[in-house]
């Protein structure tokens, strides 16, 4: 499935017979071509225990699944919109990021205290993404939402990468993340800039982050 990123808020999916992409409802602009849209209740490629994870992790963007023959427009909200391509590799990022999805990726969720422990939790917290993130596996294309605009920042085993919680947007690669804090003398009394919070990323991937720290 082929994502072309026409503007910075809209980008344009190629729809070919015997293959589907997702999308969230409500995303479609424009389309040519015999293409259906219909209410997905599955989940997507992760089927019904993927949907359930993301019950219980309160992610239930609503989605569609997009068929057919032509060419169509996705935006929303006028967000700006960025455009992932995955090689085998797992992206996690958050349900409301999603704009539109290869059919063919597999669809989870992951716990975010499965990495971080407590602190994983925490950042759910912090963040306001809850306990769960979504997860996108195999090979495809992902267009994804942010504030502002998305810049890649590569992840390397000699140096983490520490990152504003609001700020974040997703991941992959073979990464760790944990919340860490950067409390000091001035933060405790009351002259810090308020970031006391940093999401930090280590190993070997990227991490997509938004020029703002404002949340979809």
Do not use: C
């Amino acid at each position: 499935m082929a994502f072309r990123e026409v503007n910075s808020k809209t980008v344009e999916a190629t729809v070919v017979p015997g293959q589907r992409l997702f999308s969230q409802r409500g995303a479609m602009l424009a389309y040519k071509g015999e293409v259906s849209f219909t209410p997905n209740v599955q989940g997507g490629q992760g089927g019904v225990m993927s949907m359930i994870g993301r019950r219980l992790a309160n992610e239930a963007t609503p989605l569609m699944t997009v068929e057919g023959s032509g060419t169509v427009l996705f935006g929303h909200g006028g967000h700006h919109v960025h455009v992932i391509s995955l090689t085998g590799d797992t992206l996690y990022v958050e349900a409301d990021r999603l704009l539109a999805f290869d059919g063919a990726l597999q669809q989870g969720t992951m716990f975010l205290g499965s990495q971080g422990g407590v602190m994983g939790m925490v950042r759910g917290q912090v963040t306001g993404q809850g306990l769960f993130t979504t997860t996108l596996k195999g090979h495809g294309a992902v267009a994804v939402m942010a504030h502002g605009g998305v810049f890649e920042v590569p992840i390397t085993p000699q140096r983490a990468v520490h990152v504003d919680p609001q700020a974040y947007v997703a991941h992959h690669g073979d990464v760790r993340n944990k919340l860490s804090t950067a409390l000091g003398w001035r933060d405790m009394v009351g002259r810090g800039s308020g970031e006391a919070f940093q999401l930090e990323l280590s190993g070997s991937g990227s991490v997509y982050v938004q020029a703002s720290e404002e949340k979809l």
